[in-house]
């Protein structure tokens, strides 16, 4: 808990000193070279097993270099190197769109479910969830022997992986805005503010939320166009992003 409390600080202090502009315009990631880590951690392997024409391109685009080396960067974070294997397998069964199944070992296994997804959903919001899974996959790795639960992921998410992860996803997407990738980097947090399954060890971070939302220049005010829920709400009905592709 103390680590991840520092790790708040250190996003609130080491982001833009622009207040409350539009956020950080600076990329933490320059795209393959210039990467401070010394960590070499990489893809190695994707086996891409899904039928869902649009869900196949989205993992196959995992396997171009610059989304390999953005997700490598985001890894590299946890000081360690890892050579991952991430399986994609369609499951029309699971209840939520996607769902990482990983046991303790660097072969990860992604569920997809595209039923579970708005028909109209585009491809930027398809790519930001299967990203969102890595990420809890690789967590839940290095987490072993600690307590973690998913609303404890989701605040590592929050303070730790949103600058790496717009930027990755700037990268695929070169039309969509930094502030735009920012804002989708916020869903599948929310249970950081609501206690969605009455879990009775549910802890309000909202106000970490909040300062989180202040930082990348997004509110919850529903006439602002810096919503939150409008911007991930766009992507995710199809209203914005590249053509829906299903
Ligand atoms: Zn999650």
Not at 13 to 38: E, I, K, R, V
Not at 123 to 146: F, N, P, Q, R, W
């Amino acid at each position: 808990m103390y680590m991840l409390i520092r790790e708040v600080v250190w996003v609130m202090a080491g982001g833009s000193t622009d207040g409350s502009g539009l956020g950080s315009t600076t990329p933490a990631y320059s795209g393959g070279a210039g990467s401070t880590s010394t960590s070499t951690s990489s893809i190695n392997d994707i086996i891409n097993n899904l039928k869902n024409p649009c869900f196949y391109n989205i993992a196959q685009n995992l396997t171009t270099s610059n989304m390999k080396n953005a997700i490598a960067d985001i890894i590299n974070q946890f000081k360690i190197s890892d050579q991952l294997n991430i399986t994609f397998i369609e499951d029309s069964t699971i209840s939520v769109p996607a769902k990482n199944v990983s046991g303790n070992t660097n072969d990860f296994t992604i569920l997809i479910n595209p039923s579970k997804f708005n028909s109209n959903a585009s491809m930027e919001y398809k790519t930001i969830t299967v990203l969102h899974e890595i990420i809890h996959a690789e967590i839940d790795l290095h987490s072993i022997g600690i307590q973690t639960n998913q609303q404890m992921d989701h605040l590592q998410i929050l303070c730790g992986y949103i600058d790496k992860m717009s930027v990755a996803m700037t990268a695929l997407f070169p039309n969509m805005t930094l502030n735009e990738a920012e804002s989708l980097c916020f869903d599948g947090l929310n249970d950081l503010i609501v206690n969605n399954n009455n879990d009775p060890l549910w802890t309000d971070w909202s106000t970490i939320w909040n300062q989180a939302l202040g930082h990348y220049g997004l509110n919850q005010d529903p006439s602002s166009l810096n919503n939150i829920g409008i911007a991930i709400q766009k992507y995710e009905l199809g209203q914005q992003g590249s053509t829906p592709c299903n």
